[in-house]
């Protein structure tokens, strides 16, 4: 492995030298490793051509936004994030990162490791703005992007060769063109796939690039921490070390037959992924699986009218997002956070899918009854909409209709709230709640 500043290559495989790359022992958290799919486009094999695979990740994007709209925050720590009482950390620099701050913790933690940071609201609007900057630039080299949010995203760059040069070029290409035209920096990943690319562009943050060369994934994984792997959480990990599995080369020499035999399916996957193999192709387009909506309150909720109310204004949220996207859900997920952080969740399918406000808020209402804990004070509720379909889609035939047409005088009605709220804003128009429909 031959390391460069800010860029790290793997090649040549030199004695006592692949262990010297400066790895960061954080844990790895990309979508599982699809074994099932067919070998068209595969990395590690003989059989078939590597893809060209880079991932792209903007380094710690909400705050250096913050430091690029002021300036005079540079050099110091600047966290991103929720109210002081009740949120949590969404961004933090790496100056605050030094004192043990990190994206999740709650902020009132933030506070006590961190007193000297600047603490900062969120500001999604800029930050989408960027995002979408950035994505432009990723389509002038390749239609095949597959954004993970808003500031990472897989490219497949297999095609590109003959008008952009090797895949390292691109990165680096892309890497000079997001900071010329947004002042920003990201870290890349260059490998044969989205696996090992997601992998390598952690690794030499922030502003670096490390490439990843076809046939030196298994090498390239080997020293690193089984964490970083999909699917190695605190229970595996625990399991796997009374194995004597200390690192990916450990889990590497391991059987599949024995991570099969100790972790079944998964197991299998586990054996692969060490191996640096992932046949996932970048996927350019991803169907909405679920439309949800949560709020964490300043104070805990105990007053049932009150949890009445900002049960109805998720769900008002909820049903008004299903019906932008011309989507109706037939699975509903409550979400519960009590006081002392216990969290649980409450599902049931309706019989017919739904983007009625009023449908989910009674929906979520009963569901609540249902807890074991129902009288707790609540700290957070989310409620979620799932099992999608289009709205344009057939709806079922009732046997025995109500009469009056009732679904389309639903219709009309959640169409003329829409426009209403569109044209004065979401408080211009709120339902009340109605205790005998509890």
């Not at 002038?140 to 760059?157: C, G, I, K, M, N």
Request: with cysteine; hydrophobic share 40%; charged share 25%.
């Amino acid at each position: 492995m031959t390391v460069k500043r800010r860029q790290t290559i793997l090649s040549g495989c030199l004695p006592g030298t692949k262990n010297r790359c400066p790895l960061h022992h954080t844990p790895y958290n990309a979508n599982s490793v699809n074994t099932k799919a067919p070998p068209a486009k595969t990395a590690n094999t003989d059989q078939t051509t590597p893809m060209d695979i880079i991932h792209l990740d903007m380094d710690a994007f909400f705050a250096s936004v913050e430091v690029l709209d002021n300036p005079h925050l540079k050099g110091r720590p600047v966290i991103v994030g929720g109210s002081a009482e009740r949120g949590v950390v969404s961004a933090a620099s790496y100056e605050a990162r030094r004192f043990g701050v990190h994206s999740a913790l709650p902020m009132a933690l933030a506070r006590k490791r961190c007193p000297q940071g600047v603490f900062l609201p969120v500001r999604m609007a800029r930050y989408q703005e960027l995002s979408a900057a950035i994505l432009a630039i990723f389509f002038r080299f390749t239609p095949l992007v597959e954004p993970l949010s808003l500031d990472e995203a897989f490219l497949d760059v297999s095609g590109c060769r003959a008008l952009f040069g090797p895949p390292e070029a691109i990165a680096r290409r892309l890497k000079e063109l997001i900071h010329l035209e947004t002042g920003l920096t990201c870290s890349a990943g260059v490998a044969s796939s989205k696996l090992v690319a997601k992998i390598a562009s952690d690794l030499e943050k922030p502003d670096g690039l490390t490439v990843v060369p076809p046939g030196m994934e298994r090498e390239f994984l080997a020293p690193l921490a089984i964490e970083r792997l999909w699917g190695v959480g605190k229970s595996t990990r625990k399991t796997l070390r009374m194995m004597g599995v200390k690192n990916i080369g450990d889990l590497n020499r391991l059987p599949e037959s024995i991570l099969t035999g100790k972790f079944g399916k998964p197991g299998r996957g586990m054996h692969r992924a060490a191996l640096g193999i992932d046949h996932r192709p970048v996927v350019t387009e991803r169907p909405v699986q679920s439309v949800g909506n949560e709020e964490t309150f300043a104070t805990d909720l105990t007053d049932p009218a009150a949890i009445r109310r900002e049960l109805l204004t998720l769900a008002t949220r909820v049903g008004r997002r299903l019906r932008r996207a011309g989507l109706r859900g037939r699975t509903i997920t409550l979400k519960i956070k009590y006081h002392d952080f216990a969290q649980i969740s409450r599902s049931t399918t309706l019989a017919e899918a739904s983007a009625d406000d009023q449908l989910l808020y009674r929906t979520c209402w009963q569901l609540l009854q249902t807890s074991e804990r129902a009288g707790s004070p609540i700290r957070l509720l989310g409620i979620t909409a799932a099992n999608l379909v289009a709205s344009s889609s057939g709806r079922q035939l009732k046997l025995f209709p109500l009469p009056g047409n009732t679904t389309k005088k639903n219709d009309a009605l959640h169409a003329a709230m829409d426009k209403i709220r569109d044209k004065f804003g979401e408080k211009s128009l709120q339902r009340g709640t109605q205790s005998g429909q509890e």
